[in-house]
């Protein structure tokens, strides 16, 4: 298994609760896919540079883990369906 991060951006605007039942949810996700979450780290809200889908900030947060290739196809596939995910970025840490 190879070690990746993936950065979201989530709504910055929905409640306490469901930020973290999104973040629980892709931690879940990682783990049926055969992954290990190894961290995450919660940024909390950011300004953006420039505005994304007409929001000016946004609550980030930071999964490292390690998976396979099925796990990455899978999280991409979902992550794009989701709808309090803004943006995201799945990045393979080198060794």
Do not use: H, Q
């Not at 783990?31 to 994304?52: H, L, M, Q, S, T």
């Not at 999964?63 to 899978?74: L, S, W, Y």
């Amino acid at each position: 298994m190879r070690s990746y991060e993936v950065m979201c951006i989530l709504d910055a605007d929905l409640d306490k609760e469901t930020i973290e039942k999104a973040i629980e949810k892709t931690e879940d996700l990682i783990k049926k896919n055969k992954g290990k979450v190894e961290k995450v780290d919660k940024w909390g809200r950011r300004k953006f540079a420039y505005p994304i889908e007409g929001r000016n900030d946004g609550f980030y947060t930071l999964i490292t883990f390690r998976g396979e290739n099925k796990t990455i196809a899978e999280l991409n596939r979902v992550l794009k369906l989701t709808g309090e995910i803004i943006r995201f970025m799945i990045v393979r840490i080198g060794e």
